[in-house]
């Protein structure tokens, strides 16, 4: 049981490579190994979640090489509580592109997911802060291979331009990386934080570069404004299973955030004192503000989707900035809620596209829309936070944990407004998609843009389903058991801001 800690890395780094070299003209083979390996890895990130649940703290040092000269991987709360989320999003999505054929529409879809999920497993695990940008980098490659999985000219554009930004973020990290090592002389989070605690106020003018840098390259891989340009045009012209699957990236920048400037650059650290509270909360409430418009200014489902993503996430950022425990814990919730949510809205808009376009207009009715109206609707409510679902218990949480913040009542009026928005523009393609269908789109629509609608081979309708109501089944799940999930979003916030316990287990006795 001592290396289960690394099974959700290397499981798919395993799996990957044995279906590009063994089973790539098989199909059927593919979708069973890549199925059994989506099991599996979530029964291991079960188990391994259940080991963290208690607070304990593990470490796998490769090669036997301790901290902080080796690479090390650590499993506390929050990184448990994330692969769990990232497995038990990933199985549903997989269902849904074998069962609606995605996966025959393009070359080496089973091995570059993946890779994807081992890029993800890799950055919730990492206690080194350059291992992180190393499976930042696996994500960036595997998601590109993803993203243009099909062809097309407007998703090959949409790819470019996601993997230019993100190449730029890159090299930024690795900018503030060597910013930060030249002052330290390490890269181990927890060492970190020791040696950044040590530093005098007045030798700290390159470490808080270091850090705004850092914070700069998390906002472009949370999409926070004016960093979010790449999202709407990469996640909308994407497959939208893999869309949905994306609907966990954005958190690993919230979960990068959450991670270092509560465990190396705390409120409590003088060198960065004031750094995410003066830009970082202002441009989340914009965020909000932007997605919330998007939503309703969208006339494609996949762009719809896509700006509710970015709405989310400002939701999301705007618990995180502000950096106390109780905001943290809600944001916690929130941001399963939200991952969940988008993925959801992501798989019902490709069901619509698949059957009438992506187009918001008066359509004829399609095949099932009873069926895809009422995942449509759910997903909606969702998303927007509305009541019953986990979203508007989410919204509660944050809007509850801001009460004692100085913009507490901008805060309450940008996610009341933008909850607001985001209602009406769901209901205006709701309403025109599934409710108005006297016509087909006008003939001067120019559908150009919309990537190809290749007729998938042969499979069984009822997939897609399953994966959808799985999803739903989950929001449904965290508002029935809102409580338990509750009191562990706010234990790993205590353990977020008593970071004593991982870096001495990290670290050995030498911290202590």
Same mark, same amino acid.
């Given at each position: 049981?001592?290396?289960?800690?690394?099974?959700?890395?290397?499981?798919?780094?395993?799996?990957?490579?044995?279906?590009?070299?063994?089973?790539?003209?098989?199909?059927?083979?593919?979708?069973?190994?890549?199925?059994?390996?989506?099991?599996?890895?979530?029964?291991?990130?079960?188990?391994?979640?259940?080991?963290?649940?208690?607070?304990?703290?593990?470490?796998?040092?490769?090669?036997?090489?301790?901290?902080?000269?080796?690479?090390?991987?650590?499993?506390?709360?929050?990184?448990?509580?994330?692969?769990?989320?990232?497995?038990?999003?990933?199985?549903?999505?997989?269902?849904?592109?074998?069962?609606?054929?995605?996966?025959?529409?393009?070359?080496?879809?089973?091995?570059?997911?993946?890779?994807?999920?081992?890029?993800?497993?890799?950055?919730?695990?990492?206690?080194?802060?350059?291992?992180?940008?190393?499976?930042?980098?696996?994500?960036?490659?595997?998601?590109?291979?993803?993203?243009?999985?099909?062809?097309?000219?407007?998703?090959?554009?949409?790819?470019?331009?996601?993997?230019?930004?993100?190449?730029?973020?890159?090299?930024?990290?690795?900018?503030?990386?060597?910013?930060?090592?030249?002052?330290?002389?390490?890269?181990?989070?927890?060492?970190?934080?020791?040696?950044?605690?040590?530093?005098?106020?007045?030798?700290?003018?390159?470490?808080?570069?270091?850090?705004?840098?850092?914070?700069?390259?998390?906002?472009?891989?949370?999409?926070?404004?004016?960093?979010?340009?790449?999202?709407?045009?990469?996640?909308?012209?994407?497959?939208?299973?893999?869309?949905?699957?994306?609907?966990?990236?954005?958190?690993?920048?919230?979960?990068?955030?959450?991670?270092?400037?509560?465990?190396?650059?705390?409120?409590?650290?003088?060198?960065?004192?004031?750094?995410?509270?003066?830009?970082?909360?202002?441009?989340? @409430?914009? *965020?909000? /503000?932007?997605?919330? %418009?998007? $939503?309703?200014?969208?006339?494609? &489902?996949?762009?719809? #989707?896509?700006? +509710?993503?970015?709405?989310?996430?400002?939701?999301?950022?705007?618990?995180?900035?502000?950096?106390?425990?109780?905001?943290?814990?809600?944001?916690?919730?929130?941001?399963?809620?939200?991952?969940?949510?988008?993925?959801?809205?992501?798989?019902?808009?490709?069901?619509?596209?698949?059957?009438?376009?992506?187009?918001?207009?008066?359509?004829?009715?399609?095949?099932?829309?009873?069926?895809?109206?009422?995942?449509?609707?759910?997903?909606?409510?969702?998303?927007?936070?509305?009541?019953?679902?986990?979203?508007?218990?989410?919204?509660?949480?944050?809007?509850?944990?801001?009460?004692?913040?100085? @913009?507490? *009542?901008? /805060?309450?009026?940008? %996610?009341? $407004?933008?909850?607001?928005?985001? &209602?009406?523009?769901? #209901?205006?393609? +709701?309403?025109?998609?599934?409710?108005?269908?006297?016509?087909?789109?006008?003939?001067?629509?120019?559908?150009?843009?919309?990537?190809?609608?290749?007729?998938?081979?042969?499979?069984?309708?009822?997939?897609?389903?399953?994966?959808?109501?799985?999803?739903?089944?989950?929001?449904?799940?965290?508002?029935?058991?809102?409580?338990?999930?509750?009191?562990?979003?706010?234990?790993?916030?205590?353990?977020?801001?008593?970071?004593?316990?991982?870096?001495?287990?990290?670290?050995?006795?030498?911290?202590?």
């Amino acid at each position: 049981m001592e290396h289960l800690l690394i099974a959700p890395v290397v499981l798919p780094a395993l799996v990957a490579p044995f279906i590009i070299m063994v089973l790539r003209h098989h199909l059927d083979l593919q979708r069973i190994f890549s199925v059994a390996s989506a099991v599996l890895l979530a029964g291991v990130t079960l188990a391994l979640a259940a080991q963290a649940a208690d607070g304990t703290v593990k470490v796998y040092e490769l090669g036997d090489w301790p901290a902080p000269f080796g690479i090390v991987l650590v499993l506390d709360r929050l990184s448990g509580m994330m692969i769990v989320l990232t497995s038990l999003l990933a199985l549903p999505v997989l269902l849904y592109a074998i069962g609606s054929g995605w996966d025959t529409r393009g070359s080496n879809f089973h091995a570059l997911f993946q890779f994807q999920l081992m890029g993800i497993m890799g950055a919730f695990l990492t206690g080194d802060a350059f291992n992180l940008f190393v499976f930042f980098e696996v994500l960036l490659i595997a998601s590109y291979g993803l993203m243009i999985h099909s062809g097309g000219t407007r998703r090959f554009q949409a790819g470019v331009q996601y993997v230019v930004f993100n190449l730029l973020g890159s090299t930024l990290f690795l900018f503030a990386l060597g910013t930060i090592y030249s002052v330290t002389g390490t890269l181990n989070m927890a060492d970190l934080a020791v040696k950044v605690a040590q530093i005098p106020a007045e030798d700290t003018a390159l470490l808080r570069a270091g850090a705004v840098m850092l914070l700069l390259v998390f906002a472009i891989k949370a999409a926070l404004l004016p960093l979010h340009f790449w999202l709407p045009s990469a996640y909308a012209n994407a497959p939208m299973p893999v869309a949905a699957l994306f609907a966990i990236m954005t958190k690993v920048g919230a979960y990068s955030i959450l991670r270092m400037y509560t465990l190396v650059f705390g409120p409590e650290v003088a060198a960065t004192a004031g750094l995410t509270e003066n830009w970082l909360l202002p441009a989340a @409430l914009l *965020t909000l /503000i932007a997605g919330a %418009i998007g $939503v309703l200014g969208s006339n494609k &489902i996949g762009r719809l #989707a896509a700006f +509710g993503a970015i709405a989310s996430m400002g939701t999301l950022l705007i618990a995180v900035s502000l950096f106390t425990q109780t905001a943290t814990a809600a944001a916690l919730y929130y941001l399963v809620h939200s991952t969940l949510a988008a993925a959801l809205l992501f798989l019902v808009a490709d069901l619509v596209m698949e059957r009438q376009g992506g187009w918001i207009l008066p359509q004829l009715p399609m095949p099932q829309t009873g069926l895809i109206s009422a995942l449509f609707f759910a997903a909606a409510i969702a998303l927007a936070g509305m009541p019953p679902l986990s979203g508007f218990l989410g919204k509660l949480l944050v809007l509850d944990a801001t009460r004692g913040s100085e @913009l507490a *009542t901008w /805060i309450w009026a940008v %996610i009341l $407004v933008g909850s607001l928005i985001t &209602i009406i523009g769901m #209901a205006r393609a +709701g309403s025109l998609l599934f409710w108005k269908g006297h016509g087909l789109p006008p003939e001067n629509t120019d559908t150009s843009e919309e990537p190809p609608q290749e007729e998938p081979a042969a499979r069984p309708a009822q997939l897609p389903f399953v994966a959808c109501f799985g999803l739903l089944a989950g929001l449904v799940a965290l508002t029935v058991f809102a409580g338990p999930a509750t009191r562990y979003a706010e234990a790993t916030a205590a353990q977020l801001f008593a970071p004593e316990a991982y870096i001495g287990t990290v670290l050995g006795e030498e911290a202590k």
